[in-house]
């Protein structure tokens, strides 16, 4: 069935690279999505990418797609106090309906 | 633009009783959904609506109702709350259905029964 993994907790030191990684199982999903979720708020769209990409690239955020293992991740560069937060990978298998992970947390220590 | 507001924010019920979580968005989207976030678990969708009127089951619908009689509003009410209904829940809409439309998410509601 369709299903996203991702690792529960992730700490790095501020200034350090973060890397969540998330798999997948629907290799039909168009669209894989990155959320984030900052204390006591809804879920944001931080990101997405298209299936047929390999990678996608905005500021400090990079995504990079491997549909052969069905493996997304999510590298943040120069990570700050400020991302701290649950980050959630997605999928979308078709339609309005979206597969979601358990969230990634990410401690960022100063 | 308040985006998609949720009300209340918190809640403590006691089991058998009824409640009623109000979701809108000033956005015009056609597409709202309700969802409730369990620790270590993914978001899973308990009923959305694709326009006023509409309603729909989704993955968890059991114990809950639902209704969209104006465009802007979403209600999930609870006729006989049970503990194991004990969550986060999250109200979203989007412009249209498809992949390629952005869900907008409402702060949450955390919701205990005792």
Redesign the interface.
Known sequence: GED?EQS?FLSVREGDSSVINCTYTDSS???LYWYKQEP??????LTYIFSNMDMKQDQRLTVLLNKKDKHLSLRIADTQTGDSAIY?C?E?P??????????TRLFVKA | NAG?TQTPKFRVLKTGQSMTLLCAQDMNHE?MYWYRQDP????R?IH?SVGEGTTAKGEVPDGYNVSRLKKQNFLLGLESAAPSQTSVY?C?S?LR???????Y????TRLTVT
């Open positions: 996203v529960l999903s168009t669209y006591g708020a809804g879920l944001q769209l959630f997605a979308s078709g339609g309005f309906k979206t597969i979601f992970g358990a969230g | 998609v597409y270590g678990m993914g978001l969708l959305y999250f979203a989007s259905g498809g992949a390629s439309y952005e869900q998410f409402g702060p949450g």
